[in-house]
């Protein structure tokens, strides 16, 4: 269900208090050598359309936001491992300056949770007392935290605690913990001790098990919702977050020394980067709105400036991806960042011949900008990335519809940016329909018409913290298995069919299939070679290489679950997961992230609606 929102006026933190909290942590750092490890978990099963490429090419910007918050608080020993790079990566095994870390952190996305769990369960491998304080964090945890702890005597694995907000909510934790530990002791020991003595009862954000038995966790306590960064310019800056990744391996242990300046570029040559947060709209299948505590968060100009240059000038990089809800979301705000990125000027050199970027938008707002696109363009914009959906506005009205997809399309490739369209399948989308624009592929043509350079077609999933998530699984949509397969966590990702109630699911499967290889093939790839009429260059025959290659690897992970779908018994399910682990807040009330009660599920109003992951 939806994160419940704090009270009115309540939902952000003060201005300053990122970077006073920040300070003081330096105050206490000198007296406090942390050795820390954060792994980023990845499901290399996933590696497919749209993700392909930039699923290893681009380093997540969540595991570096918290290195970069380690090394600015004075925590400079510290390695990021990305397990798109080091697939191998055993936790019980990790040295870093000759030393167990006593800092393990682990991110992850709901689809790569069964490769976090892992790794949380590798490093209890290590002996007690000598074994790191093991905190979760992602997007998983913000959602389902309590899937991340294990009330299983036999297989003990869950993580110490883990965090359900950002960098200010792990800051927070690890001043308390400093604050307590004392000369010699472990930090986990510290934590065992602060939570004991009910230190971290006051920072909302965190989740943790009561008592110490080593990881089973009978009760969680849940702290309630974060406080939100207004201004994040407070944010430490990403470039020292860089310097300290893992270089890719296929080794267990980590190396002496973390991945070379000089070779960040060729492995990770897209930078992502935090420019705003929030959505004007409240799509039922979108979790956004309601994290955000409907507020709308940003940089400034100048600062984004500044971070796309110290990247340039210190690892070389130049493409850069906003990791945006809707960047076009408030027009005088997006002209201020833009008009700045358009004049930005570091040692004589305009940045807007140095970088690039690329970002997530709207049609509609697309539109209401659209006498400002030449001047995006100039500030360095070459794509952007719209939420489609379904043009017709049948499955969400977003203020979209087939003119205006077009008029949008059209006025984006006259200024030079690359449309990307992202559409979501569903169940009464037929794959093709005559003489309406209703069909995917029909859709699709009309799309590729208006000037698409790439494409995105998931089908409907189920997605933690939307309106409908509950009613996916109530209304008997949400497959269990499959012809004797389970459908697992990274099987929600979009490319598989696990939400369905269509009388031939297997349709849905290879309509996505279907969709993609008319959108990318070599007869597209070579009319894109030839005619280029814009700005936009080469770019849509690359995007039709990039897509066949992407098309190759979801046949190959597809289609044989689409043959279960046509040919295997299914098994759904009735009710969404549920934790047999209570939780409640620190006072004994209801906690913000407990799931909803069965019964109360059970007798939710069922939908016909699916939630996007």
């Given at each position: ?440 592929l029909n859709q699709i043509k009309v799309l590729r018409k208006a000037g698409a350079v790439s494409l995105q077609v998931l089908m409907m999933t189920p997605s933690p913290g939307t309106k409908l998530y509950e009613g996916t699984f109530t209304s008997g949509l949400v497959l269990e298995s499959v012809g004797g397969r389970r459908a697992e966590p990274y099987m929600y990702d979009g490319n ?118």
């Amino acid at each position: 269900m939806e994160l419940p929102r704090r009270n009115r006026g309540d939902e952000l933190l003060r201005p300053g208090a990122l970077i006073d909290l920040r300070r003081r942590i330096r105050n206490l750092s000198p007296a406090h050598d942390l050795v820390s490890v954060i792994a980023c978990a990845f499901d290399h099963r996933t590696r497919m359309l749209p993700f392909i490429y930039a699923d290893t090419r681009m380093a997540p910007a969540g595991v570096r936001a918290i290195g970069s918050a380690l090394v600015d608080i004075g925590f400079d020993k510290t390695r990021i491992v990305l397990q798109q790079w080091n697939k191998h990566f055993d936790p019980s095994q990790m040295r870093l300056d000759g030393r167990i870390p006593d800092l393990f952190l682990v991110s992850t996305m709901g689809m790569h949770s069964g490769r976090a769990m892992q790794m949380i369960r590798d490093a209890r491998r290590i002996p007690p007392e000598k074994r790191p304080l093991i905190i979760a964090g992602g997007s998983h945890a913000v959602y389902e935290p309590n899937l991340l702890f294990n009330a299983d005597p036999a297989t003990p694995g869950g993580a110490d605690i883990v965090v359900t907000g950002e960098e200010y909510v792990f800051l927070s934790l690890l001043e308390v913990l400093l604050n307590t530990r004392a000369p010699g002791e472990s930090l986990r020991s510290a934590f065992f001790r602060a939570k004991a003595a009910g230190a971290l009862d006051d920072i909302p954000g965190l989740v943790y098990p009561r008592g110490d038995n080593d990881g089973i966790a009978e009760e969680l306590v849940d702290t309630g919702i974060q406080q939100l960064l207004g201004n994040l310019d407070e944010i430490p800056h990403p470039v020292l977050g860089y310097k300290l990744l893992e270089a890719p391996s296929r080794s267990a242990t980590l190396a002496s020394q973390a991945l070379a300046s000089d070779r960040v570029r060729k492995h990770s040559p897209i930078s992502s980067l935090i420019l705003t947060f929030g959505c004007k709209f409240a799509c039922p299948y979108c979790p956004i709105p309601a994290y955000n505590q409907r507020q709308h968060r940003l940089k400034s100009g100048e600062r984004i400036a500044d971070e796309m240059w110290q990247l340039y000038k210190n690892y070389g990089l130049r493409y850069f991806f906003g990791a945006d809800d809707n960047f076009f979301n408030s027009k005088p705000r997006t002209l201020e960042i833009v008009e700045t990125l358009a004049r930005a000027e570091f040692e004589g050199v305009q940045l807007h011949r140095k970088a690039r970027w690329y970002t997530e938008v709207t049609v509609h707002d697309t539109i209401q900008m659209k006498e400002h696109l030449p001047l995006i363009r100039k500030a360095g914009c070459r794509a952007l990335w719209l939420g489609v959906e379904d043009m017709t506005a049948t499955l969400v009205n977003k203020g979209q519809s087939v003119p205006k997809t077009i008029e949008a399309f059209q006025l984006m490739r006259n200024a030079g940016i690359c449309p990307m369209p992202m559409m979501m399948h569903h169940d009464t989308q037929p794959l093709y329909s005559r003489g309406k624009n209703y069909g995917l592929l029909n859709q699709i043509k009309v799309l590729r018409k208006a000037g698409a350079v790439s494409l995105q077609v998931l089908m409907m999933t189920p997605s933690p913290g939307t309106k409908l998530y509950e009613g996916t699984f109530t209304s008997g949509l949400v497959l269990e298995s499959v012809g004797g397969r389970r459908a697992e966590p990274y099987m929600y990702d979009g490319n598989y069919v696990v939400a369905s109630k269509h009388p031939r699911p297997w349709k849905k499967q290879f309509n996505l299939l279907t969709a993609y290889l008319y959108f990318y093939n070599p007869v597209w790839a070579v009319v894109n070679l030839v005619k280029r009429k814009d700005g936009t260059g080469i770019k849509p025959a690359g995007m039709q290489l990039v897509g066949m290659c992407g098309l190759a690897h979801s046949i190959r992970r597809t289609f044989g679950w689409g043959l279960r779908l046509m040919f295997g018994k299914i098994e759904r399910l009735s009710a969404p997961p549920q934790s047999s682990i209570p939780m409640q807040s620190p006072a004994g009330t209801c906690a913000s992230h407990a799931p909803a009660p069965l019964e109360l599920t059970i007798s939710a109003r069922p939908t016909a609606a699916i939630a996007v992951h």
